[in-house]
């Protein structure tokens, strides 16, 4: 079983949607959780994130639920600057290592 | 931010030649860095943790004869490539982490011909 699961897509939906994924990790000592966004051939770069109590910046919402080892991202009135491939982050200890998810592809289309 | 770089950014070599790639933080110190390997359509894969002034820790399954990394000083990491053959072309991306955050250089594609 992969450390961080993803459902990879790819979404395609119309500007202005609401879209959500969804992502779980195996490891229960996991300690920080954080999504990140890789446009195509770029490095990727932090989004957010995720705590317990659940946080929102914008239109993107994250919910993490540690009993269940699950963590979401919700993104509001999309974009078309919102495609790019979403990645569920988690990491394992203050030595930061982290560990990604396969990614989610998201394609919105005009 | 934070500013993590790489060099080169992309480079063409034949098979069975070396190649090295150099990941440097700009703005501040890392005594610990990160090295992953990105195939096509795949998500980033942690090859090793770059240790300064001592060795790498290698993931399972990754050739640490192979991949030869040195932390030599707290801003610089290497990550050597020997012997390259066709399956080692890749997006190879550092990162480093400080003030609880992880930044990552612009990665380096290597193709191997």
């Known amino acids: 079983r992969k450390e961080v699961e993803q459902d990879p897509g790819p979404f395609n939906v119309p500007e202005g949607a609401t879209v959500a994924f969804n992502c779980t990790y195996s490891?229960?000592?996991?300690?920080?959780f954080f999504w990140y966004r890789q446009d195509c051939r770029k490095e990727p770069k932090l989004l957010m994130s995720?705590?317990?109590s659940g946080n929102e910046d914008g239109r993107f919402t994250a919910q993490l639920n540690r009993a269940s080892q699950y963590i979401s991202l919700l993104i509001r009135d999309s974009k078309l600057s919102d495609s790019a491939t979403y990645l569920c982050v988690v990491g394992y200890s203050s030595a930061s290592k982290i560990i990604f998810g396969s990614g989610t592809r998201l394609s919105i289309r005009p | 931010g934070a500013v993590v770089s790489q060099h080169p950014s992309r480079v063409i070599c034949k098979s069975g030649t070396s190649v090295k790639i150099e990941c440097r933080s700009l703005d501040f110190q890392a005594t610990t860095m990160f090295w992953y390997r990105q195939f096509p359509k795949q998500s980033l894969m942690l090859m090793a943790t770059s240790n300064e002034g001592s060795k790498a820790t290698y993931e399972q399954g990754v050739e640490k004869d192979k991949f030869l990394i040195n932390h030599a000083s707290l801003t610089l990491s290497t990550l050597t490539v020997t012997s390259a053959h066709p399956e080692d072309s890749s997006f190879y991306i550092c990162?480093?982490?400080?003030?609880?955050?992880?930044?990552f250089g612009p990665g380096t594609r290597l193709t191997v011909t």
């Open positions: 490891n229960s000592a996991s300690q920080s």
């Open positions: 995720v705590y317990s």
């Open positions: 990162s480093a982490p400080t003030s609880g955050e992880q930044y």
